[in-house]
């Protein structure tokens, strides 16, 4: 099993990004987007369920960030809008499988976003 993100970089302040997860070996029942700031714990972005779709957000990206998959190419996607000095951090992706929970479940090796003020 193999999660491979990508997408990251440096943009300024407003500035638009999109991440992708492409993911190979099995499916799962969520995917979703956690990251981790310099000095600070990982922290869960946003979510979706593989099968139906439904999403989750984290109270400080909602209306700023959308999470999409295509199932077709097993990717997940992170599309941030209005972005601020404060979402600069390592962006990881992670999926569960029935019965798992995030930390058991598995995780790519991190794209990393900037944002300039």
């Known amino acids: 099993v193999q999660l491979q993100a990508s997408g990251g970089g440096l943009v300024q302040a407003g500035g638009s990004l999109k991440l992708s997860c492409a993911a190979s070996?099995?499916?799962?029942?969520?995917m979703g987007w956690f990251r981790q700031a310099p000095g600070k714990e990982r922290e869960f972005v946003a979510s979706?369920?593989?099968?139906?779709?439904?999403?989750s957000y984290a109270d400080s990206v909602k209306g700023r960030f959308a999470i999409s998959r295509d199932k077709a190419k097993n990717t997940v996607y992170l599309q941030m809008n209005g972005l601020k000095p404060e979402d600069t951090a390592v962006y990881y992706c992670?999926?569960?499988?029935?019965?798992?929970?995030?930390?058991?479940?598995?995780w790519g090796q991190g794209t990393l976003v900037t944002v300039s003020s």
């Open positions: 070996g099995r499916t799962f029942n969520d």
């Open positions: 979706i369920s593989w099968i139906f779709g439904g999403t």
């Open positions: 992670a999926a569960v499988t029935p019965g798992s929970n995030w930390d058991g479940g598995y």
